[in-house]
């Protein structure tokens, strides 16, 4: 079984810092790509950033030059590093795990998994 385990989302002030970490939990042998999205309430779920098992970075527009992200532990946990938060950065974040192929078998292939999500609320 794999899942998706999310933290640090928290309060921060406008200006402020935060770090968000996903780690991809289970018998992993590869993942094709991680990510993290957002969704306020009323708006649909947004891309804000994203790595490919080869190294390409994708980010949201609205985020660029603000945040960044990075990954660990054989590509099995990445963060999300986010500078100079505003309130319109106030959303539940999720991190996204795209052809997610297990180590054990029989191999089993999951097209995408999806943390519970963190919220993260910046005041002005």
């Known amino acids: 079984q794999v899942r998706l385990d999310e933290s640090g989302g928290g309060l921060a002030q406008a200006g402020d810092s935060l770090r968000l970490s996903c780690l991809a939990n289970?018998?992993?042998?590869?993942?094709?790509?991680m990510g993290w999205y957002r969704q306020s309430p009323g708006s649909l779920r947004e891309m804000v950033a994203r790595?490919?098992?080869?190294?390409?970075?994708e980010y949201g527009d609205s985020v660029k030059g603000r945040f960044t992200i990075t990954r660990a532990d054989h590509k099995r946990t990445i963060y999300l590093q986010m500078n100079s938060l505003g309130p319109e950065d106030t959303a539940v974040y999720y991190c996204?795990?795209?052809?997610?192929?297990?180590?054990?078998?029989?191999?089993?292939?999951?097209?995408?998994?999806w943390g519970q999500g963190t919220l993260v609320t910046v005041s002005s």
């Open positions: 790595i490919t098992d080869g190294g390409l970075i």
């Open positions: 996204k795990a795209e052809q997610v192929i297990t180590a054990t078998m029989p191999r089993t292939t999951y097209p995408e998994l």
């Open positions: 289970g018998n992993i042998a590869r993942i094709a790509a």
